[in-house]
């Protein structure tokens, strides 16, 4: 299963929400600058996405979408998500502002 995603530069404010949730180090923060001033995130189209849409998920500003390859896989479920960062599904689930403070606890990229 391969994913790619979209940013929509626009939306983005940088803040490495999606940098920091995506296991497989496809996003960084360019050097670009949106219409706001923000640095923006980039997606780094390599081949190791796999379209699990962490990234999606986290991004408070609806910014990425994510599409795969293969049609078939379909959407990750939810508990594939649970299965995988359980204390990211649990904290979408109960509150989408808990989840991005848990991870923004968690927020290396400078
Ligand atoms: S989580 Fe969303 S707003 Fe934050 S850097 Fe990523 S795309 Fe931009
Ligand atoms: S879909 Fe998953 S692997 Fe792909 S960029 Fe987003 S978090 Fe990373």
Redesign the pocket.
Known sequence: MK???QIDKERCKGCCL?VD???????HLSEGLNLKGYFVAT?VADD?????????VMCPDVA?T?SIADAAAGRRSAATVAADAPEIAAAVTADSHQATAAVAAKVTCP
């Open positions: 994913g790619r995603i999606c949730v995506c296991p497989k180090e496809c996003i997606f190791t996405c796999t379209g699990c849409g962490n990234c999606a990425i994510v």
